[in-house]
Structures are given as structure tokens and as C-alpha cells.
């Protein structure tokens, strides 16, 4: 007999699912946080069409990554629903993102040759702070600025908690500037 699904352990599916890829067990948990997760994306403001996309997406992010719920940071609900959020915050921002339509066209203006020189001798400084970072710092720098990934997006990708990725970035922005400072004191 299948337990009631109100009453059922979801940390428990999630470990099914997780150890087993427990298809059965997706299917219960699909089937109670599915409506919940659209519910809460549209009463977060999503429109119907944002609340069901992410909702997807949230679901199909639970069965990939169902390895990096851990019971003793949080419950089954609270790690869905951050999914959910993150997914939601991640989807407003591509919205905002400009369109092609948006983008002026047609001949710019060629930059000063001192303000490549300037530019280029700026990006040879950064790349020398860069390289004082320790590893961890630099790696989250990298995938944060140049691979242009969320704080959320690191945390799924390396599995560390959230806090510690942003306390991360937040040290190495200091020690960037710092460094930089540094450079630009005349010898």
C-alpha cells in the first residue's frame, strides 16, 4: 500500500531517486510538487506560460541533480522550492535581456587608439590580480564573470552552498580591487 502522498517523506523519494533512479518515485513526487511549484511560481508573479516552463524545468532539474540533496541542510519542499525560485529569478533575467530588435544598428565609431592601449593595459593588470587569487576564488570569479553564471548556477554546478560561493566571490572581489590598487600606485 502506497502511503498517503500529504504524509509521505519527500526527503526519503529524493534518496529513492537519488540511489535507485526510482522512476515510480519521481512519478509520486512529479505528481504532488508539480501543481505546487506552478502554484507558487504564479503567485510569485510568473505568467502562466513562465510558471509552467520553469515548473518543467524545476522538475526535470530535481531528477538530474536529485545526488546533491542533502536531508541534513534542508527538507525535500524547501530544496524544490529554491530550485524553483533560482529557476524563476534565472528566466526574469533572460526576459530582460535585449533583443535583436532592441540593439541600435548600423556604423559605430571607430575607439580612440588611446583608449584601446588604455583597455588592453587594464586587461593585462586584471589577468596578472587574477592569477594571485587562490584556485577556489578564481574558478568562481571565472564561471561568475566570464561564463556569465548566476550565484545559483555555481552553487548546482559545484554543489557547494550558496552562502559559500557568494562569501567566495565577495573575498576575491576585495582582494581584486586590492591588487589593482595596487598596480595602478606609481613605481
Known amino acids: 500500500m502506497t502511503p498517503d502522498v500529504t504524509t509521505r517523506d519527500w526527503s526519503q523519494v529524493l534518496s ?13 513526487l512529479f505528481t504532488h510538487f508539480a501543481p505546487r511549484v506552478k502554484a507558487f511560481l504564479l503567485r510569485s508573479g510568473a505568467s502562466e506560460t513562465l510558471a509552467e516552463e520553469c515548473m518543467q524545468e524545476v522538475m526535470a532539474t530535481v531528477w538530474q ?11 525535500a519542499s524547501t530544496w524544490i522550492f529554491t530550485i ?31 583608449d584601446v592601449v588604455i583597455l588592453q593595459q ?10 594571485t587569487l587562490p584556485e577556489k576564488q578564481r574558478d568562481l570569479i571565472e564561471r561568475a564573470y566570464f561564463h556569465d553564471l548566476s550565484h545559483s548556477q555555481i552553487a548546482e554546478e559545484t ?8 562569501s567566495r ?9 586590492h591588487a589593482m590598487r595596487q598596480l595602478d600606485r606609481p613605481k
Open 16 to 28: 529513492q531517486i537519488r540511489s535507485h533512479r526510482d522512476q515510480a518515485a519521481f512519478a509520486d
Open 65 to 75: 541533480k536529485a545526488h546533491l540533496f542533502d536531508p541534513s541542510r534542508a527538507a
Open 84 to 114: 524553483a525560485r533560482n529557476r524563476k529569478i534565472d528566466a526574469l533575467r533572460k526576459q530582460r535581456q535585449p533583443q535583436p530588435e532592441d540593439l541600435t544598428w548600423g556604423p559605430e565609431t571607430e575607439p580612440d587608439q588611446t
Open 122 to 131: 587594464e586587461t593585462e593588470e586584471l589577468g596578472r590580480a587574477l592569477a
Open 159 to 166: 554543489g557547494l552552498p550558496l552562502g559559500t560561493i557568494k
Open 169 to 177: 566571490i565577495r573575498l576575491a572581489l576585495d582582494r581584486l580591487r
